[in-house]
C-alpha cells in the first residue's frame, strides 16, 4: 500500500517497503519529509524518527503493530510533527504484532514526542534508549495532534528496567493537541510528562505496569478528565501509583518546577477492582501477562505520591483503592474525594473508541 500521494507530499523517502511494513528494517529509519499514511493495517520496525521540519499524517482507522525483534517505536523529534487523527468510530491503534493470547507488556516500544518547550533541566535526553534530545525556550511549541488513538503493550525494555513509556512526552508545547487517548498493558508507565506545557484532555491509563501519570522537570500543562484502571496482579519494582509527580531526578527546587493541574480524575485502585487483592509479592505476580524481558514486579504505594519543590494542583476527583491516598502536599486540592474501594464504572466519554479487551481484539 502506498504511504503518500506525490501530487500532494514533499516525498523523498518513502517509509513503507515491501507488505506495508513501515522502515526498512534497519533499526532506526528516519522521516526526513511530509509523508501520509492512508488507511490499512501495517508492521512497524526499528526506531522511526520524524525529524525537524517532518510530518507524519496518519489517516483514522489505521492500525500500525510494533514489531518486537526490533523494540519498533515511533518518536516525533522537536520540529518535527505527528498528525494522528482518529474519529470515535475509527480510532487510530498502535499495538502488538503477536497474535490473539500472545501479547503482553513490552511487546514492542511506544510512542514518543518531544519538543522544543522549556523543563528545569535545560537540553534533555529522552527516556528509554532513542537518540533523542529535547527542551527549548518555546512553550508554545507545537508537535502536531493526537486525538481518538489507542496505544497497546507498549514499553519494550532496551536494557533492563529502562522501558520506554506508553506514550511519552519530553517539553512537548501547547501548541500541541492531545486528547482521546488511551494506553493500556504498558510495561512501564502509561504517560509521563518530562517538563513542556501540553495540555491533554481525556486519557485512559488501563491495566499497566507502573504508574499511570506521572510528571517530572518542571511539566506545567492542565489535563481534564483522566482515567486509571489498574490490574491487581501488576505493579513495579519501584512502587505504582496513580500519580507520580517529581520536580527532578533528586528533586531539587529547579526552575520551573513541575505544577500541572489535574482535573475530573477517576482512579480505580488495585482494591477498587479485586475484592480479594492483597499487596504482596505473592499476590502480585503478574500471573499470564509477565513478560519474558526481565521486567520486575513490586508493590502499590499511595494512589498519590508528590515529591518536594512540586505545586501540583487536583480538582474534582475521585480516587479510590490504593493502599494509601496521598504523600506529599498538593498546592491545590478541591472536591477531590478518596475512597477505600468502589466498584469501577467507566465514564461515558470513553464509549466507543476505547478498548478494554485488546488482548482478544482481532487486528
Given at each position: 500500500?502506498?504511504?503518500s500521494d506525490p501530487s500532494s507530499d514533499d516525498t523523498d523517502n518513502n517509509i513503507v517497503f515491501g507488505n506495508n511494513v513501515i522502515g526498512n528494517g534497519e533499526q532506526e529509519f528516519i522521516i526526513t519529509n511530509n509523508q501520509t499514511l492512508k488507511k490499512g493495517v501495517y508492521l512497524m520496525k526499528g526506531w522511526c524518527y520524524i525529524t525537524d521540519g517532518a510530518t507524519l499524517t496518519i489517516e483514522p482507522g489505521t492500525v500500525i503493530k510494533g514489531d518486537h525483534e526490533t523494540?519498533?517505536?515511533?518518536?516525533?523529534?522537536?520540529?518535527?510533527?505527528?498528525?494522528?487523527?482518529?474519529?470515535?468510530?475509527?480510532p487510530?491503534?498502535?499495538?502488538?504484532?503477536?497474535?490473539?493470547?500472545?501479547?503482553?507488556?513490552?511487546d514492542w516500544g511506544g510512542l514518543i514526542i518531544c519538543g522544543k518547550a522549556t523543563n528545569n533541566s535545560d537540553i534533555m535526553q529522552v527516556e528509554g534508549g532513542p537518540?533523542?534530545?529535547?527542551?527549548?525556550?518555546?512553550?508554545?511549541?507545537?508537535?502536531?495532534?493526537?486525538?481518538y488513538v489507542r496505544v497497546e503493550f507498549a514499553g519494550y525494555p532496551f536494557k533492563k528496567n529502562q522501558e520506554i513509556n506508553g506514550v511519552t512526552f519530553g517539553s512537548v508545547g501547547s501548541g500541541t493537541q492531545v486528547d482521546h487517548l488511551q494506553v493500556s498493558y504498558s510495561n512501564d508507565d502509561a504517560f509521563e510528562w518530562f517538563g513542556g506545557t501540553v495540555n491533554c484532555d481525556y486519557l485512559v491509563a488501563y491495566h499497566c505496569w507502573d504508574d499511570d501519570f506521572d510528571v517530572d522537570?518542571?511539566?506545567?500543562?492542565?489535563?481534564?478528565?483522566?482515567?486509571?484502571?489498574?490490574?491487581?496482579?501488576?505493579?513495579?519494582?519501584?512502587?505504582?501509583?496513580?500519580?507520580?509527580?517529581?520536580?527532578?531526578s533528586s528533586n531539587s527546587n529547579a526552575q520551573p518546577n513541575t505544577a500541572p493541574t489535574f482535573n475530573n480524575?477517576?482512579?480505580?485502585?488495585?482494591?477498587s477492582v479485586d475484592s480479594f487483592f492483597e499487596n504482596t509479592t505473592q499476590y502480585i505476580n503478574g500471573n499470564d501477562l509477565r513478560p519474558d524481558n526481565e521486567s520486575l514486579l513490586g508493590l502499590y504505594g499511595a494512589a498519590i505520591s508528590l515529591g518536594s519543590n512540586t505545586a501540583v494542583n487536583f480538582l474534582n476527583s475521585t480516587i479510590s483503592g490504593y493502599p494509601a491516598t496521598i504523600t506529599g502536599t498538593p498546592t491545590r486540592q478541591e472536591n477531590v474525594v478518596f475512597l477505600d474501594s468502589e466498584t469501577p464504572s467507566l465514564p461515558a466519554w470513553t464509549n466507543t473508541w476505547c478498548n478494554f479487551d485488546p488482548q482478544n481484539t482481532v487486528y
Open positions: 500500500m502506498s504511504c523494540m519498533a517505536a515511533l518518536i516525533v523529534e522537536p520540529g518535527g510533527k505527528l498528525f494522528a487523527e482518529g474519529t470515535a468510530t475509527q487510530i491503534v498502535f499495538t502488538s504484532e503477536k497474535e490473539v493470547g500472545e501479547r503482553k507488556p513490552g537518540r533523542t534530545l529535547h527542551g527549548g525556550s518555546n512553550d508554545a511549541d507545537n508537535s502536531g495532534v493526537i486525538s522537570n518542571g511539566y506545567r500543562g492542565t489535563c481534564n478528565y483522566l482515567l486509571g484502571y489498574r490490574n491487581s496482579r501488576i505493579a513495579d519494582s519501584s512502587i505504582s501509583h496513580g500519580f507520580e509527580c517529581d520536580n527532578n480524575v477517576t482512579l480505580y485502585g488495585p482494591y
